[in-house]
């Protein structure tokens, strides 16, 4: 029953969740050069835009989730629309196109966190850490201030290139203008970012780690950190006083930063 049931929802999938080829031209103005990703929520190309000659990248909504994501959608475009920064993506326009809801926004240079620790096997020390979360720090202290929350602050969803660092994937993001339970929660996202990035960190610091982590003991015995550094990361995964203002956990950066210099 269960592989039947299975059978019948990879059939409907498949004829609803149309990919579109290599060259094919969508909307008369994104010709796809690739897939980046056939994900569980979308597909992703990386486009041609005919219009301005430049690279951008497409996400369309698989219509087999469109129940389920259509909110989260809706709330990416329009995040992406109200933010203006550099570290994060810049959205072109959202359109219909042979019944699929798709959007397209900047093409953003680079790598993966993910790809670039796992693949690559990139190390780094603490202070090149502390200066890569510096500038991650910096992008969510920017929405917060504008009141959006990401929510999804994961090493997939930060691209780095050389010294540039971007945010992206705002799909599980919450917009205090549109959401009146975000406004509710507030200070729950806040921490909840706050948290992410905490976990983003180890996920760097880790990368010069040459102990065995099988034995799964905590970081804080098989890490060797500054104590400044142990301090923020406590307090970012909540071990200990936890930050109230993105602004605090900024200046702390700042400051472990200079005693590692
Ligand atoms: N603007 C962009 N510029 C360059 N690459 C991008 C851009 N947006 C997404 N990508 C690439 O596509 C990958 C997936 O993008 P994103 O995280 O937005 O999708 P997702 O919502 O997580 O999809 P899924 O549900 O399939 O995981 C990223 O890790 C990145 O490699
Ligand atoms: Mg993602």
């Not at 502390?130 to 929510?151: F, P, S």
């Not at 909840?192 to 799964?216: A, M, Q, V």
């Amino acid at each position: 029953m269960e592989a039947i049931r299975w059978i019948i929802k990879r059939t409907r999938q498949k004829l609803m969740d149309h990919q579109y080829p290599i060259n094919h031209t969508l909307a008369g103005r994104y010709k796809i050069e690739k897939v980046l990703q056939n994900g569980s929520y979308g597909i992703i190309y990386l486009c041609w835009d005919l219009d301005t000659s430049q690279r951008c990248v497409v996400k369309q909504m698989r219509k087999s989730k469109k129940k389920e994501n259509v909110d989260n959608y809706r709330q990416e475009t329009i995040i992406l629309e109200m933010l203006d920064h550099p570290g994060i993506p810049k959205l072109k326009e959202t359109f219909i196109y042979e019944g699929n809801q798709l959007f397209s926004m900047e093409f953003i240079e680079g790598k993966n966190v993910e790809d670039t620790l796992f693949d690559t096997k990139q190390k780094y020390s603490e202070k090149e850490c502390l200066v890569i979360v510096q500038k991650l720090t910096a992008i969510i202290c920017y929405i917060h201030e504008k009141g959006v929350y990401h929510g999804d602050i994961r090493i997939p969803n930060v691209l780095m290139h050389g010294d540039k660092l971007h945010l992206i994937d705002f799909g599980l993001a919450h917009n205090l203008h549109t959401d009146s339970h975000a406004k509710e929660h507030q200070e729950q996202l806040a921490q909840d970012d706050f948290f992410d990035i905490g976990d983003f960190l180890l996920f760097l610091l880790y990368s010069s780690y040459e102990g065995d982590t099988k034995r799964k003991k905590p970081w804080t015995e098989e890490l060797t950190l500054h104590p400044k550094t142990t301090h923020i990361l406590k307090r970012l995964l909540q071990i200990v006083q936890p930050y109230q203002q993105c602004e605090a956990i900024l200046e702390d950066i700042e400051e472990a930063i200079i005693l590692l210099s």
